[in-house]
């Protein structure tokens, strides 16, 4: 998993894709979060589509409420589609 976030680091900017707070120079594993669970949906576990950089906080707000952010619920919608789920 951690070569596929450093590959997502080095292509979007450092920044929630729901705030825009600035993450760091750092990419830790805090900050990606799979909107399909890898779990339930393991053929999207892989897919840079699924994964959205989000703050910490964001990250423990979106694991108690998956459908507590906007922008979240739309990708979600697009890769149900994308999957045919």
């Known amino acids: 998993m951690r ?3 450093l590959q997502i680091w080095k292509k979007r900017t450092h920044n929630s894709e729901v705030s825009g707070d600035y993450l760091g120079k750092e990419a830790l594993s805090v900050f990606f ?3 399909l669970p890898k779990e339930k949906y393991p053929q999207a576990k892989l897919d840079e589509e699924n994964i ?4 910490l906080d964001e990250h423990i ?7 507590k ?3 979240v619920n739309k990708i979600r919608e ?6 045919e789920l």
Do not use: A, G, R
């Open 3 to 5: 070569d596929l976030f």
């Open 33 to 35: 979060h799979h909107i």
């Open 61 to 67: 707000n979106i694991e108690n409420d998956m459908y």
């Open 69 to 71: 952010y906007e922008e």
């Open 52 to 55: 959205i950089l989000l703050t």
């Open 78 to 83: 697009y890769l149900k589609k994308k999957y």
